[in-house]
């Protein structure tokens, strides 16, 4: 559909329950370097700032510190183990696929704007099968910025051939919640996710608990004027 509206996911903590395979890739390195792994319970809001923020918050979670060059080592070995292990047991939040029909019946342009890199994102996602509903797939790497930098999410709405004008975010962390703030566009909170901050104290525009109550948060803040 010409200028049909873009809805704008994060992937991890939104689209897909990623925590088991991204705290199991942290601890095999804490463990591998000597370190106590974390619980899952409490580790899985440390998620949603990239790879490398995951290990620091990791190191600093033990204590530990870590020079630049032995970051950006871990980093690398974090994130080859993760990818070889990234649909372990990562799998769709509850009504997702559903969800995600019912929009592109209503003729919505569905996309992914994370802060996971390009193609881990896509690896996860054609593991789950979920690659050919979204028109644009895009992590910190497509143009080498990081939400909440509105770069990323002008591009992305760009890449899928949709307006900002016509836009919504759909996120579940400040990071979301600041790129949808700062490119001008609506943004719906999602309850179930990743944050050290609780989503409904970042004040987004509408809170779901559930997949299935995104069609009708959508559906009430596209009568509300957005910038372009």
């Known amino acids: 559909m010409k200028n049909a509206p873009v809805i704008a996911f994060d992937l991890d903590g939104t689209l897909v329950d990623t925590a088991p395979d ?20 409490s580790a899985r809001n440390l998620i949603g700032a990239g790879a490398r923020r995951l290990l620091e918050r990791g190191l ?9 060059e032995e970051m950006t080592k871990l980093t690398e070995d974090f994130i080859a183990y993760y990818a070889d292990h990234i649909a372990d047991e990562s799998r769709p939040f509850e009504g997702l696929e559903a969800t ?39 992590g910190a790497d497509t143009f080498g910025v990081s939400k909440p930098d509105p770069i990323i999410l002008r591009q992305t709405v760009a890449k899928a051939g949709g307006a900002i004008g016509s836009t919504i975010m759909v996120g579940d962390a400040g990071p979301d919640v600041g790129v949808a ?11 179930f996710g990743y944050t050290e ?22 559906e009430s803040l596209l009568k509300i004027p957005v910038k372009d």
Not at 30 to 38: N, T
Not at 60 to 68: D, V
């Open 22 to 41: 991204l705290i199991g890739a942290l601890n095999h390195i804490l463990i591998r370097e000597k370190m106590s792994p974390l619980p899952l319970d």
């Open 60 to 68: 600093e979670a033990e204590n530990r510190q870590a020079t630049l």
């Open 100 to 138: 995600l029909d019912d929009l592109a019946g209503r003729g919505y342009r569905l996309a992914v704007c994370t802060n996971k890199l390009e193609w881990l994102s896509r690896r996860l996602l054609d593991r789950l099968g979920l690659t050919p509903r979204f028109a644009a797939i895009c």
């Open 181 to 191: 703030r700062r490119t001008g566009v609506p943004v719906i909170g999602v309850t």
């Open 197 to 218: 901050v609780p989503i409904a104290d970042l004040k987004p525009d509408r809170l779901i608990d559930h997949m299935s109550e995104l069609p009708d948060a959508i």
